[in-house]
């Protein structure tokens, strides 16, 4: 079956993700992707298409899963909206490819500041996950550079 809709509006790749998953729901007659089926959206001056995957595993998630991810990130703060978030994750992405970003981006942002660091929710409803990995070094090296400048109390009060 191919079918083609425009989607307009989606302020960012959580809303789009939203969007295109009610569509899909509603076009298969509320079922999820089938194991092996998939779906790309082309989004016009976006770097790479936009994925979605039907696999049995996302379907359900565990409260273990979705805890791992959580205590892997490396602030802690809104925990009820950041396992729901993740869950919502977990529906785009599997668990190991998840976790392994959450560990990736965790040793990428040792030392710097919590401050600069997105609380979890806003961090996993963004998607943050798919972006470009060298740049949560870079981020984590200006927090601990701007840290040290100031002192390690934040400023000069």
């Known amino acids: 079956m191919t ?11 959580a809303a789009l993700s939203r969007d295109v998953t009610a569509w899909i729901r509603d076009t298969l007659g ?3 992707l089938a ?22 595993k996302h379907k359900d998630t565990s409260v273990a899963e979705v805890s791992q991810i959580y205590d892997a990130y490396p602030r802690h703060v809104g925990k009820q909206a950041a396992y729901r978030a993740i869950q919502r994750a977990l529906r785009a992405v599997g668990f190991a490819e998840l976790l392994e970003a959450v560990t990736e981006y965790a040793n990428a942002s040792r030392g710097a500041d919590k401050n ?7 961090w996993f ?4 996950w798919d972006d ?19 002192g390690s109390y934040g400023g000069n009060w």
């Open 35 to 56: 194991d092996g089926v998939s779906v790309t959206v082309e989004i016009k001056g976006a770097p790479a298409p936009f994925r979605l995957v039907g696999n049995d």
């Open 132 to 150: 470009d990995r060298t740049q949560w070094e870079q981020s984590a090296d200006t927090s601990r550079e701007m840290r040290h400048k100031e």
């Open 125 to 128: 409803n963004q998607g943050r």
């Open 116 to 122: 600069y660091i997105p609380h979890p929710a806003t």
């Open 3 to 13: 079918e083609k809709r425009t989607f307009e509006g989606a302020s960012d790749a």
């Open 30 to 32: 509320g079922e999820s």
